[in-house]
C-alpha cells in the first residue's frame, strides 16, 4: 500500500472531535429521527430492504429479496415494475397539479412542469421514440444540457424499457464518439445548442463529429432549443417537436423485470477507456427512492435543487429517479453560477424558495473565494437542508457554508457514493447523525463499510486502508457493459468475490466515523469530476511531438485537484510555449474543458521502475512537492529532484 494512504491529514485530525449536534427544531420534524434504524437494519438487512421496496410500486411482486452469488447480486428477483411509473403515473392522483420540473434558463427564462404535463411529454416522446424504431433493450445515448427535455428524454427511454446511456454534454466529440461505440447505440437525443455564460454553445456541431466516428448511429433526435441555424442530414437527423406531434399521449409502461437493464454510466477507472457501470431497475429504484427520502428529508412542500448535471450518475439518482419518485418539485439551471454575476445562486434559491440544496465541495469552495458578500444580498431563509457530494469537503469551506448559506439552522449532508454504487452509502442521517465537518460520518443503515488492509483485515481506527463495501446493497454496479472481466477484476478481487473494493482510500476515527483519503487507483477528480490517466495520457500521446506523456493530479485551491501532465518529446521538437498550448487544446478536444492542465512540464526522462513501468506514487509526491520516500527501486533516481525543480518553476 503507498505510504501516502497511510498518512494523514493535519486538518481532519484536529477537526475530528468536533461534533455538530443536528438542529432541534430539524431533528423534531425529520423523516428519520429514531436511531433504532440502524439496528433493525443491521438485525436483518434483507428484511430491512424488503420493507423499503414496499415504497416502489410494483407491478408483480418479487418471490425472493435477494440471490447473492459473489459477485453477482440480482435484487427483488421476479419483481416486474417500471421506473417511469414510479417517478410519475402513481404520483398523478395525488399531485397531478403539482410543479414536478422547475426550470430556469441562463437568461432568466423559465418553465414548468407539473406532473400531469410530464405524464403527457413522457408518453408522448415515448411513442415518438418507438415510432423512430426504438425497442426495448435499445441502448440510446442522450448527449444533452441540462433542460427539462433530457430528463423528459430518460423517462421515457425507461418507460419503454431502453436503457439510456446519457453523456456529459460538456465532454468532447470524442468521448462521446467513444460511448457510442460502446454501447453499440443506434440513437442519440441532442440539441441544437445551449448557453453558458452567455455565449451559444453549437452542440449540434459537437454530436454530429462525434457521431461521424461512430458507425452504429441510425437517427438522431434534435431538440430545437435555442432556435437557431442548424444542419439537419435528412433521412438520419428529426426534430423533437416535430415527431411528438403526431405521437399518441398516452403510453403503456413497459412491464420491466427486476434486473432489466436501466441505464449505463459511464466512468473512468485505472486503464483503457471508460466503463458502462450497468444499473438494473428494481433494485436502483428502491435504493434511490429511501436514500433521497431518509437522506435529504424531502416533505411535499419541498423544492429541491441537486446542481449537479444529468450527464453525471448524481443527477441521475437525485435530481431524477430518487426526487421524483417521492413526487418532489425538483429544479433544474441551465448556466454557470455566475452568470451574470455571483449571487446567481442565492438569487435562484431566494425567487423560487428552494427548501434543499445539493451541490459539490468545489463549488462551495469557488462561492467562499467569491465571498460572502454575494449570499448576504439576498434571504435565504427558506434553505432546510444542505448537503454535499463528490469529494472531501474541507473543514474551512463546510463551516462557510454551514454560516452564510444554511444560517447554522441547516444540516449538511456529506453524502459518500459513487457511479457503481447507484445511490449515497455513507451520509449523516440529518435527523440522527451529529456532523463532523469534513467526514461523510456513518453508512446509511443496512450498508457495511469498513476499512481494511491488503490482505482483507480490518484496520484500527487511526490509520489509513481500502475503503471497502462487505455486504449487497440494492442498487449497486450489475457489470461492466459487455466487460464482465473488468468488472470482476476491478472491484471483487481484491479480497475475493464477496468484497467490494471501492478504489477509495479511508480511515476511521475514534468514533467510528469515516474519513475519506481519497482514491488509490489512476483517477484524477477534478471538481467532483473523475478522469482516468489512462485517457489523460493517451491523448497526449496522440500529438505527433509526443513520444511519451504522464499524467498526475495536483492540489487545487478550487478543484481539489487538476491535470498536471509530464510530456517527453520526439528529438526535433521545439520545447515552446505554441506547443504547449497545442497540447492544451488536445486534452480539451479530446477529453473536455474540464480535463485542462493546469500545468505542462517536458522531460527527457520519467521516474520509471527497472522494468519501465512510471512509478505513479512518486510522480504524484513530486507533483505536489512532497516527500517522494524510497527511491531505491527507480532505473534513474536523479530524475526526481530534476522534476521537482521543473515543476516548482512553473508556479
Ligand atoms: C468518487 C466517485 C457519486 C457522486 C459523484 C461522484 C469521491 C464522492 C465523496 C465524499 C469524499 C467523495 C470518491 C469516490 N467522493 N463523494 N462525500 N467525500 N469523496 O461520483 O464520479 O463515481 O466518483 O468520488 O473518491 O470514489 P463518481
Not at 153 to 177: K, N, Y
Request: proline share 6%.
Amino acid at each position: 500500500m503507498g505510504a501516502w494512504i497511510m498518512e494523514e491529514t493535519i486538518e481532519s485530525k484536529l477537526e475530528e472531535y468536533e461534533l455538530i449536534n443536528p438542529p432541534e427544531d430539524f431533528v423534531k420534524q425529520a423523516n428519520i429521527n429514531d436511531p433504532e434504524v440502524y439496528k433493525r437494519a443491521e438485525d436483518n438487512p434483507e428484511k430491512f430492504w424488503e420493507e423499503l421496496a414496499e415504497h416502489i410500486d410494483w407491478f408483480e411482486k418479487w418471490k425472493r429479496v435477494l440471490g447473492w452469488e459473489p459477485p453477482h447480486a440480482k435484487w427483488f428477483v421476479g419483481g416486474k415494475l417500471n421506473a417511469s411509473y414510479n417517478c410519475i403515473d402513481r404520483h398523478i392522483n395525488k399531485r397531478g397539479e403539482k410543479t414536478a420540473i422547475l426550470w430556469e434558463g441562463e437568461k432568466g427564462d423559465i418553465r414548468k412542469y407539473t406532473y400531469n404535463e410530464l405524464l403527457e411529454a413522457t408518453s408522448r416522446f415515448a411513442n415518438a421514440l418507438k415510432n423512430q424504431g426504438v425497442e426495448k433493450g435499445d441502448i440510446v445515448t442522450i448527449y444533452m444540457p441540462m433542460i427539462p427535455e433530457a430528463v423528459i428524454a430518460m423517462l421515457a427511454c425507461a418507460r419503454i424499457g431502453a436503457p439510456h446511456s446519457v453523456v456529459f454534454a460538456g465532454f468532447s466529440a470524442d468521448a462521446l464518439a467513444d460511448r457510442i461505440n460502446n454501447a453499440e447505440s443506434k440513437y442519440v437525443i441532442t440539441t441544437d445548442g445551449y448557453y453558458r455564460r452567455g455565449k451559444i454553445l453549437e452542440h449540434k456541431n459537437k454530436t454530429d463529429e462525434g457521431i461521424s466516428k461512430a458507425e452504429t448511429v441510425e437517427k438522431v433526435i434534435v431538440v430545437n432549443h435555442l432556435d437557431n441555424e442548424i444542419e439537419i442530414k435528412p433521412g438520419r437527423d428529426v426534430w423533437w417537436h416535430e415527431i411528438i406531434e403526431s405521437a399518441d399521449s398516452t403510453c403503456e409502461p413497459e412491464k420491466m423485470d427486476s434486473e432489466d437493464m436501466l441505464f449505463l454510466m459511464y466512468t473512468s477507472g485505472t486503464t483503457g477507456s471508460p466503463k458502462g457501470i450497468v444499473h438494473t431497475t428494481g433494485g436502483y429504484m428502491v435504493g434511490t427512492h429511501v436514500t433521497a427520502n431518509w437522506v435529504f428529508d424531502l416533505k411535499e412542500d419541498d423544492i429541491y435543487w441537486c446542481s449537479a448535471d444529468v450527464g453525471w450518475i448524481t443527477g441521475h439518482s437525485y435530481i431524477v429517479y430518487g426526487p421524483l419518485s417521492n413526487g418532489s418539485t425538483i429544479f433544474m439551471y441551465e448556466g454557470a453560477p455566475d452568470y451574470p454575476d455571483k449571487d446567481r445562486f442565492w438569487e435562484m434559491i431566494e425567487k423560487h424558495k428552494i427548501t434543499i440544496f445539493y451541490t459539490a465541495p468545489t463549488a462551495v469552495r469557488a462561492f467562499m473565494k467569491w465571498g460572502s458578500e454575494w449570499p448576504e444580498k439576498h434571504d435565504l431563509s427558506s434553505l432546510r437542508l444542505l448537503g454535499t457530494v463528490g469529494e472531501p469537503i474541507n473543514p474551512d469551506p463546510w463551516w462557510w457554508y454551514y454560516k452564510n448559506i444554511g444560517y447554522e439552522k441547516c444540516p449538511i449532508v456529506d453524502t459518500w457514493w459513487q457511479t457503481e454504487t447507484g445511490m449515497i452509502l455513507i451520509t449523516p442521517l440529518p435527523g440522527i447523525t451529529p456532523m463532523k465537518p469534513g467526514s461523510p460520518t456513518n453508512p446509511f443503515p443496512g450498508i457495511k463499510a469498513s476499512v481494511l488492509d491488503d490482505e482483507g483485515n480490518k484496520i484500527e481506527p487511526g490509520h489509513g486502508g481500502y475503503l471497502a463495501i462487505e455486504r449487497p446493497w440494492p442498487s449497486m454496479i450489475r457489470t461492466v457493459y459487455g466487460d464482465e472481466e473488468r468488472f470482476i477484476n476491478t472491484y471483487w478481487s481484491k479480497w475475493g468475490p464477496d468484497k467490494y473494493m471501492t478504489e477509495d482510500a479511508a480511515r476511521l476515527d475514534n468514533d467510528n466515523y469515516f474519513w475519506i483519503l481519497g482514491r488509490v487507483d489512476d483517477v484524477i477528480n477534478v471538481a467532483g469530476h473523475r478522469l482516468g490517466t489512462m485517457e489523460l495520457e493517451s491523448a497526449l500521446e496522440s500529438h505527433p511531438d509526443v513520444v511519451e506523456a504522464a499524467v498526475e493530479g495536483i492540489k487545487d485551491e478550487i478543484k481539489g485537484e487538476a491535470v498536471f501532465g509530464y510530456v517527453i518529446l520526439s528529438s526535433g521538437s521545439k520545447e515552446d510555449e505554441k506547443l504547449k498550448q497545442e497540447l492544451r487544446d488536445k486534452i480539451v478536444k479530446d477529453i473536455g474543458p474540464i480535463a485542462k492542465p493546469k500545468g505542462i512540464v517536458f522531460t527527457d526522462d520519467l521516474p520509471k521502475t527497472r522494468s519501465g513501468k512510471i512509478m505513479r506514487r512518486i510522480l504524484k509526491a513530486i507533483t505536489n512537492n512532497k516527500d517522494e520516500g524510497d527511491t531505491s527501486t527507480l532505473q534513474n533516481p536523479e530524475i526526481v529532484d530534476e522534476l521537482k525543480r521543473k515543476v516548482k518553476e512553473l508556479d
